[in-house]
Structure formats: structure tokens, C-alpha cells
């Protein structure tokens, strides 16, 4: 299993939505509003890279309101 937090900007007025339906995307584990230069960050794993990309990250940025993704796997040392 492949972990990752995306951090998310959506536009004006759409951060309660975005969390809401972020976390209804398959794989997403969980979904918080937070301050700052991202107004949601979100933690999902997946299989792989590849099915986190097409299956999470892919459907997250299609959800209305969203600006900007910035996708950060966690790696192990």
C-alpha cells in the first residue's frame, strides 16, 4: 500500500464542500479544513503510485471548487 497526503486550494467559499466530498472518494481515509496556503488536506493510500494517481488524485480533482493539488507520498526510511 502506497500512503499520501494531498493538499489541496480550492476557491473562494468551497472548503466545506471540497472536505465533504473528498472524503467520499474511494481510498480516502480522511478529509480536514485547515489554515494556511491550503484550505483542505487529505490522506489516501491506494495499491500503488499509479492507482493513486488515476483512482484518488484523479477523481479528487475533478470535484468542483477545487484550484490547485499537490500529492505527497509518504516514504518510509
Given amino acids: 500500500m502506497v500512503g499520501a ?3 489541496i486550494q480550492t476557491k473562494v467559499g468551497f472548503s466545506d464542500e471540497v472536505t465533504r466530498e473528498t472524503l467520499a472518494v ?3 481515509t480522511s478529509s480536514e479544513a ?3 496556503p491550503y484550505d483542505v488536506i487529505a490522506y489516501a493510500e491506494a495499491r500503488n ?3 493513486l494517481s488515476r483512482q484518488v ?3 479528487i480533482q475533478q470535484i468542483e ?3 490547485r493539488t499537490l ?3 509518504v516514504v518510509h526510511f
Avoid: K, Q
Wanted: aromatic share 4%; with cysteine.
Fill in 26 to 28: 474511494e481510498g480516502v
Fill in 65 to 67: 471548487g477545487i484550484s
Fill in 49 to 51: 503510485l499509479d492507482a
Fill in 71 to 73: 500529492t505527497c507520498p
Fill in 34 to 36: 485547515v489554515t494556511g
Fill in 57 to 59: 488524485v484523479g477523481r
Fill in 5 to 7: 497526503y494531498i493538499l
